[in-house]
């Protein structure tokens, strides 16, 4: 099987190389599509230069956040299973073989990358470790089926579901979104432990108090609405 893995960027010149470095080095079958969302950083001037036919990379012409990136690549997955991949490096691309592993052997369409194990719990801030508990157990609520972590990047999915999503979000609220359509196509959610490496706000973590919130009216739209 093919796996399509769709990487939005934005702001992420110290990291982009780095993460198609090792997203090339999985032992797997794969396309790469590399979705930047008008950096202004210098990113964008990184990608125009790559030459690797190996890799579909695409330019925004404004900044329409996350969403709207993955919206794009989308539309160009020809993949058998998807997998999201953040532009950064607090996800280890060496993971995709044990998520896509259950989809493989038929077990499940969809699975999750679960960052909260003993070990990564550590790794978190207070407040990162309760927006996200709250963020998902008000998911939960919505999916009949508990989960541990709604808002993990490692959202690995059957091709044939994830292209039916009509992506309406815009930024963080993709990660709402995409569970709560998942489950209402009547796709039961597999979580597997994954290796996670936060980083800090003065390192680049992009997400803030508006992001949560939007990610909130995201989780009830959503949920009582479509």
């Known amino acids: 099987m093919k796996l399509s893995i769709i990487i939005p960027v934005y702001n992420e010149k110290d990291y982009i190389l780095e993460i198609i470095r090792r997203v090339k080095a ?39 956040g996350k969403a709207g990136a993955i919206k794009t690549g989308q539309r160009f997955v020809t993949g058998d299973i998807v997998i999201i991949q953040d532009a950064d490096l607090e996800y280890d691309p060496n993971d995709y073989l ?24 550590r790794k978190l801030t207070f407040i990162q470790f309760i927006g996200n508990m709250i963020m998902t ?8 089926q508990k989960l541990n972590d709604m808002e993990t990047c490692y959202k690995t999915v059957k091709s044939e579901y994830f292209k039916k999503i009509n992506i309406q979000s ?24 994954i290796n996670y490496y936060p980083r800090s706000y003065s390192e680049g973590k992009k997400i803030r108090l508006k992001d949560a919130l939007r990610t909130f009216y995201s989780i009830l739209k959503f949920g009582f609405f479509n």
């Open 137 to 144: 157990t008000t998911t939960s609520f919505f999916l009949g």
């Open 98 to 121: 044990k998520l896509i592993k259950p989809i493989i052997e038929g077990k499940f369409s969809v699975c999750y990358g679960n960052r909260f194990s003993k070990d990564n719990k």
């Open 170 to 193: 815009k930024g963080f609220g993709i990660d709402p979104e995409l569970t709560i359509k998942l489950r209402k196509m009547g796709l039961s959610i597999k979580e597997i432990p």
């Open 26 to 64: 999985v032992p797997i079958e794969k396309e790469i599509i590399i979705v930047d969302d008008m950096s202004k950083d210098g990113t964008r001037e990184i990608l125009k230069n790559i030459d690797d036919e190996g890799l579909k990379i695409f330019f925004h012409q404004k900044n329409i």
